[in-house]
């Protein structure tokens, strides 16, 4: 019988089981942040049990606030900094070289097809984009990763997703994967892994399969999982040319990972998005989702464009091709925090900067702020955001605000109107 | 911590909804707290729900009942902290989300799951008035009672490893000693 990817991935890392359904997996890669870890290291301290698995699996940064508002974040910083320094963590990833760290640890190489890994955030299931098994865990769990690198999981079944047919214009990944969202429910997935397959995910770029993977945890799913392909060689490629003759190679050997084609799934659903039109969320669920065109007349007060789901360069392009020469309307505030260092700066040489600037947006460093109601972007009561972020939980982006998530090109065209409204599309076809 | 019939019997709250998620547990604001105990005043802050009040309804509530995929969202582990410096170890839904599940039983707290037809029936028959639960580990049964109304008592199960880190006082310990 044939296996899925997160069971082939499984059966590589298997070191022990306990019961029928909980395995103690191997972890390639623990990713560390600033909210989550410090109280693991804390612990560990307490315990007399200040010491790592492995220093150069394990990846840092300081993403959620920073740089630090208070004391309280300033302290978090130090904690993180300290014990990256005590224990020898290289790459850790401070002030100047940080981002949101589901954009950044990607960009920055650290995921291969096959590995696993885990972090104490629950948009982890990004990085199953590469086809890794990728998940968000708690505290604990970060903590027993951090000092042994194992962790449990229930053994997931696996959901097969084939998105089939051709994106309109002004239809992006986001759409696509808010349409899967309110297909399967926020508890559609929940202790399963979602593969992703089909001739759209074949099309889409890594930066697009990341955003289609970062929301498989809001329908419940451990991980999102992509195939290996081409597309994933050629953005690995500089960080793995010296392990391989050549491209094919690297394909060749990648292409152990994705799933056999006699392999058994829990279940299979087929969504063709050849009528899927630029969608929002309303409400405080991501599973409550209708075509923008729908919403009566909504006025916004904010537009966040950024985070873990849409801060990449793609996202900054989609949204500035419709701002471009546009000004924002009376009343609205344009907030933009480009996803990483190298995102922003690539974002200056091409001009979306100025473009997002001259239409009045406020640019920010890049952190994760106003997506969880930190910082830079926070709502008052009674405010309405589109948003570009991944979660519309009720007092999610600051106390009694409401939240619309949408595709970047959506928020840019929200953000000229002053009301929810789709990206330009085709009409009449 | 050890477990004890103790740590999971008491008053028991009702969370009438769906879908309760870790940012209406504890809201992210708050996350900058690098003590469980902070937590404390914050728990159940932002909860959407009609008629509740978190000031008057948490206090001295050692369970809380509530319906399906509590715990979605945010894997941040503050949402079971913010139940156990509250005194409250034990919830029990038709289903929970798999992080926040798994951290509740890696804190050596528990998650209990029952059928939609149980947990309705606990609706219906004790939400209404106070209720306390009585928690049998040995005889994996829990007891609910409620003055004027008969005591139910329901049998539940948790899996072998589940039951391990209870015993255990949770996942650290034994990782450390068994990897």
New interface residues.
């Given amino acids: 019988m044939g296996k899925t990817s997160a069971q082939k991935i499984f059966a590589a890392h298997l ?2 089981t ?5 395995s ?1 997996l191997s972890l390639d890669r623990v990713f560390c942040h600033e ?2 870890t ?2 693991a290291i ?2 560990l301290i307490e ?1 007399g ?1 200040d010491r790592v698995f492995d220093a150069d699996k394990i990846k840092a940064v300081i993403d ?2 920073t740089p630090a508002k ?1 004391s ?2 300033a ?2 910083g130090k ?1 993180m900094r300290d014990w990256a320094r005590r224990q020898g963590i290289r790459d850790f990833f401070d002030i100047g070289e940080n981002g949101v760290c589901h954009a950044l640890f990607p960009e920055k190489g650290f995921v291969r097809p096959g590995f696993t890994v885990i972090m ?3 948009h ?1 299931c990004t990085h199953g984009a590469f086809c890794a098994f990728a998940a ?6 970060l ?2 990763g951090i ?2 690198g ?1 962790c ?1 999981f ?1 053994t997931p079944e696996t959901l097969k997703i084939t998105v089939s047919g051709t994106l309109r214009k002004g239809v992006y990944a986001k759409d696509v994967i808010l349409a899967i969202i309110a297909r399967l429910g ?2 559609g997935a ?2 399963r892994v979602i593969e992703f397959t089909g001739e759209v995910i074949d099309s889409f770029s890594m930066e697009e399969r990341m955003t289609l993977c970062n929301m498989a ?1 809001e329908a ?1 799913g ?1 991980s999102g999982i992509c195939y290996p392909d081409m597309t994933t060689v050629d953005y690995l490629w500089e960080f793995i040319k010296d392990d391989y003759t050549d491209k094919e190679a690297a394909l060749a050997d990648y292409i152990r990972w994705k799933a056999d084609d006699d392999a058994q799934y829990a279940d299979t659903v087929t969504i063709d998005v050849s009528d899927l039109v630029p969608v929002s969320t309303f409400g ?2 991501p599973d409550q989702v209708r075509p923008i065109d729908e919403f009566d007349s909504t006025p916004v007060d904010q537009v966040y464009i950024g985070s873990c789901t849409n801060g990449r360069i793609e996202d900054l392009r989609a949204a500035a091709a419709v701002l471009k020469g546009g000004k924002i309307a009376d009343g609205v505030r344009g907030v933009l925090s480009p996803a990483t260092p190298d995102v922003y700066r690539q974002a200056m040489k091409e001009g979306l900067i100025e473009i997002f600037m001259d239409a009045g947006f406020c640019i920010t460093n890049p952190t994760c702020g106003a997506c ?3 910082s830079n972007g926070v709502l008052a009561s009674g405010e309405v955001c589109a948003s570009t972020t991944n ?1 519309n ?4 982006m600051g ?1 009694g605000g409401m939240v619309h998530l949408m595709s970047p090109a959506s928020a840019a065209a929200t953000a000229l109107t002053g009301v929810l409204t789709s990206a330009p599309q085709d009409k009449g076809e | 911590m050890g477990a004890t019939h103790e740590t999971f019997s008491g008053k028991v709250l009702f969370l009438d909804r769906d879908d309760i998620n870790t940012d209406e547990i504890i809201p992210a604001k708050y996350l900058t707290e690098i003590t469980k105990t902070a937590l404390k005043p914050y728990l159940l802050e932002d909860l959407k729900l009609e008629g509740f009040d978190p000031a008057r309804d948490i206090s001295d509530t050692q369970v809380i009942v509530t319906r399906s995929n509590f715990g979605c969202g945010s894997s941040r582990e503050h949402a079971p902290w913010a139940l156990e410096v509250n005194g409250i170890n034990l919830v029990i839904a038709q289903d929970f989300s798999r992080i926040f599940r798994q951290n509740m039983y890696n804190c050596g707290m528990m998650a209990v799951e029952l059928s939609a037809e149980q947990i309705e029936q606990l609706f219906s028959r004790f939400s209404q008035g106070p209720c306390t639960l009585r928690t049998d580990l040995a005889a994996m049964t829990f007891t609910f009672s409620s003055t004027g109304r008969e005591s139910l008592t329901l049998p539940f199960s948790i899996s072998g490893f589940d039951r391990t880190l209870v015993e255990a006082g949770g996942w650290v310990e034994f990782a450390d000693s068994s990897y």
């Fill in positions: 070191i022990d306990q019961g029928e359904d909980i103690i909210i989550t410090p109280i804390n612990d315990r049990k959620h606030v208070d309280k974040t302290e978090q904690i104490g955030d629950s982890t968000g865990v708690g505290t604990t769990d903590e027993v000092l042994k194992v449990s229930k926020v508890n929940t202790n945890i419940g451990t405080y669920k969880l109601g930190m979660r939980f009720n007092g999610r106390k």
